[in-house]
């Protein structure tokens, strides 16, 4: 794990922003107008989706997706100037916030500066022209990072932006070297020693694929020298089919225990319900009481809580990243307090390296979690609010942290609708 990978980060929030999608206007601007909102969220990294232009041919949709770059040194100029990112990076340092860019080394558009001028430093086919892994992704084509000459200019690339950020999230990252990354950490070190790198960790059956295909594929492991945190695709598609399909917490669960056995120590893992490669959790899970489980879960996990922007107001569409599709936004008060106070208490009484158990009730969709001293009982199907679940909790009225309301335990059951409850073990249960 790298060096200076410091604990504490699992105890802050990552924010994530498509500034195409975040406003009508699409502008550094407006997420800059916003910055005051999204701080009182309990946002400590504010995490901008690519901001390059994207390539025009292949794209994909009127606008093209921001993963298809074609100029990473310039700014799409749809979305500002690099003095307007400077403005907004500025502005969120002063609410006591870092910004992180996202970077795309993987691959580029097929019209991209790099083919343009370097075709040598691609992957290409008995014709000599530039492809992707998979044909599908037409809008791309990959690097090839056997080229020295290739990682000496990405290099200098990310050097140029950690002189105005405050750190990277790394797209695909699995599919590019492990001794790149690592080698980039230390250049971009000269610039700012304390800069935050988030990987996007792939799924394990896609790591299998690149590898048997003679492409790179690195494990979480490998990934782990040169970052501080990864993405949960080891674990989170178990989590998905729970509340997608209604399936067993089991496969879930034992994924989890999976990453405290095989990672680092001292490994972080990004926790999320959805982000922009994935469907919204509300999508599937519309009730306000189920929602509050599944949000108090995702903050109450050992590892770093992620908020993709427009889960605060519970929308259920999934924004179009090809063609612009402002959010709608609209005021969800409830929601936006409840991360607010999920936030704090992640913040506040959780350990940053905790020992973490799990605990499936066998008559119940309930998963219970034990760590810091606190016991947390999240009920994760749509259950009647007046049904008694069975808990292990004693007799008597206990304090619900989550809530900050009693509630009370009869005969060993309580009510689905005091779910999600956080108490603090050594508490005594009021008469």
């Known amino acids: 794990m790298a060096e200076s990978t410091n604990p504490n980060l699992s105890k802050q929030m990552i924010y994530s922003v498509f500034v195409r999608n975040h406003s009508r206007e699409g502008t550094f601007a407006k997420v800059e107008e916003d910055l005051d909102r999204i701080r009182d969220l309990g946002t400590d990294i504010l995490w901008l989706m690519p901001i390059h232009p994207t390539g025009k041919v292949e794209r994909k949709g009127e606008d093209g997706s921001p993963y298809a770059i074609a100029d990473y040194w310039k700014i799409d100029p749809k979305m500002g100037t690099e003095e307007d990112l400077k403005?907004?990076?500025?502005?969120?340092?002063?609410?006591?916030?870092?910004?992180?860019?996202?970077?795309?080394?993987?691959?580029?558009?097929?019209?991209?500066?790099?083919?343009?001028?370097?075709?040598?430093?691609?992957?290409?086919?008995?014709?000599?022209?530039?492809?992707p892994m998979f044909r599908e992704w037409s809008d791309i084509v990959d690097l090839d990072f056997s080229s020295k000459a290739l990682q000496e200019e990405l290099i200098r690339i990310l050097k140029h932006y950690a002189s105005i950020v405050d750190g990277f999230?790394?797209?695909?990252?699995?599919?590019?070297?492990?001794?790149?990354?690592?080698?980039?950490?230390?250049?971009?070190?000269?610039?700012?020693?304390?800069?935050?790198?988030?990987?996007?960790?792939?799924?394990?059956?896609?790591?299998?694929?690149?590898?048997?295909?003679?492409?790179?594929?690195?494990?979480?492991s490998a990934?782990?020298?040169?970052?501080?945190?990864?993405?949960?695709?080891?674990?989170?598609?178990?989590?998905?089919?729970?509340?997608e399909d209604g399936k067993p917490m089991e496969e879930w669960v034992d994924?989890?225990?999976?990453?405290?056995?095989?990672?680092?120590q001292n490994a972080i893992k990004l926790r999320y319900l959805e982000n922009h490669d994935t469907d919204r959790i509300s999508q599937y899970v519309k009730d306000w009481p189920l929602w509050k489980n599944w949000t108090a879960l995702q903050f109450t996990l050992k590892g770093m809580p992620l908020v993709y922007h427009g889960q605060e107001i519970?929308?259920?569409?999934?924004?179009?990243?090809?063609?612009?599709?402002?959010?709608?936004?609209?005021?969800?008060?409830?929601?936006?307090?409840?991360?607010?106070?999920?936030?704090?208490?992640?913040?506040?009484?959780?350990?940053?390296?905790?020992?973490?158990?799990?605990?499936?009730?066998?008559?119940?969709?309930?998963?219970?979690?034990?760590?810091?001293?606190?016991?947390?009982?999240?009920?994760?199907?749509?259950?009647?609010?007046?049904?008694?679940?069975?808990?292990?909790?004693?007799?008597?009225?206990?304090?619900?942290?989550?809530?900050?309301?009693?509630?009370?335990?009869?005969?060993?059951h309580m009510k689905a609708a005091d779910f999600p409850v956080l108490v603090q073990m050594e508490d005594e249960v009021k008469d």
């Open 87 to 131: 403005h907004l990076v500025q502005s969120a340092h002063e609410k006591g916030m870092k910004v992180i860019l996202d970077i795309v080394f993987n691959h580029t558009s097929p019209d991209s500066k790099m083919v343009q001028e370097h075709p040598e430093w691609f992957y290409r086919d008995e014709d000599g022209k530039p492809y």
């Open 169 to 220: 999230r790394c797209d695909v990252a699995s599919r590019v070297p492990a001794s790149f990354w690592k080698k980039a950490r230390a250049a971009c070190d000269t610039v700012k020693p304390d800069l935050f790198w988030l990987a996007e960790s792939c799924h394990l059956p896609f790591i299998k694929f690149c590898r048997d295909n003679g492409r790179v594929g690195e494990s979480d």
């Open 223 to 243: 990934l782990y020298e040169a970052f501080d945190v990864l993405y949960d695709y080891d674990a989170f598609p178990y989590c998905e089919k729970i509340f």
């Open 255 to 264: 994924a989890l225990i999976r990453q405290d056995a095989e990672l680092p």
């Open 314 to 412: 519970r929308t259920s569409h999934r924004p179009d990243i090809f063609t612009a599709d402002p959010i709608a936004w609209k005021e969800d008060d409830a929601a936006a307090d409840w991360i607010r106070t999920l936030a704090h208490l992640h913040k506040t009484l959780f350990s940053a390296q905790p020992v973490i158990d799990y605990e499936i009730d066998e008559t119940h969709p309930v998963l219970r979690i034990s760590r810091d001293g606190y016991a947390g009982a999240f009920l994760l199907a749509k259950t009647e609010p007046d049904a008694l679940i069975s808990t292990n909790l004693k007799d008597g009225v206990w304090y619900n942290l989550f809530t900050g309301t009693d509630f009370e335990v009869a005969d060993h």
